[in-house]
């Protein structure tokens, strides 16, 4: 491994994200991520929200590879989002 960076606040893909300490009194705001899952029951779609973004850097034989992490604490699952709205203030999901 060559490094291990952590942001506050990532582009990926032409989306930026941020964690949600560094969101805190911005206008905007993009810590949301959702994830596409299969359980036991079959699909069901998880939301969470950012808490650390990490920048990994290692060696391969030919060059150079970058890995970015997004640590969430806990995925609520799609039943469950309104009501984990309504304890959070200025959040929407679309």
């Not at 030919?62 to 799609?78: D, Q, S, T």
Request: glycine share 8%; aromatic share 18%; hydrophobic share 35%.
């Amino acid at each position: 491994m060559k490094y291990v960076k952590e942001w506050h606040m990532y582009f990926v893909n032409g989306y930026k994200f941020h964690t949600n300490a560094w969101s805190k009194g911005k206008r905007t705001i993009n810590t949301g991520v959702y994830v596409k899952g299969l359980t036991e029951g079959g699909e069901n779609d998880f939301y969470g929200i950012i808490h650390k973004i990490y920048e990994q850097e290692y060696n391969t034989s030919n060059k150079p590879k970058k890995v970015v992490l997004f640590c969430v604490n806990g995925l609520i699952p799609r039943e469950k989002v309104q009501e984990w709205i309504l304890n959070i203030t200025l959040w929407t999901f679309t």
